[in-house]
């Protein structure tokens, strides 16, 4: 079994960054990847970005390149997603799973990952 709580999000401006962390607790995730995605009111959970987390390997969904960046604390056993120049169309719960995936890609369905977080909330309006 693996745990994984969400943090950090928040009401901002467009424009403002955003550091969400991704705790967790269980079994190791030596052979897992964490992805993070998220979840518009009205649509689909989509995948935003991934980590591998043995090799450190990552990969982002077109939308977030250049703007969001995933990061690995394993000492802390976190995985963070450090969000920058926010738009309104980034809006929506923000997610983080685990799954047994030796490699990793942003857009990979959600089905793939075994275990979730919560969410939570990050909101970008002006």
């Known amino acids: 079994q693996v745990q994984l709580v969400e943090s950090g999000g928040g009401l901002v401006q467009p424009g403002s960054s955003l550091r969400l962390s991704c705790a967790t607790s269980?079994?190791?995730?030596?052979?897992?990847?964490i992805g993070w995605f998220r979840q518009a009111p009205g649509n689909e959970r989509e995948g935003v970005s991934c980590?591998?987390?043995?090799?450190?390997?990552?990969s982002y969904t077109n939308s977030v390149k250049g703007r969001f960046t995933i990061s690995r604390d394993s000492a802390k056993n976190t995985v963070y997603l450090q969000t920058d120049n926010l738009k309104p169309e980034d809006t929506g719960v923000y997610y983080c799973a685990a799954g047994p995936l030796p490699y990793c890609n942003a857009d990979a369905p959600a089905g793939l990952y075994n275990y979730w977080g919560q969410g939570t909330q990050v909101t970008v309006s002006s």
């Open positions: 269980g079994n190791t995730l030596d052979y897992y990847s």
């Open positions: 980590i591998v987390i043995s090799s450190g390997a990552t």
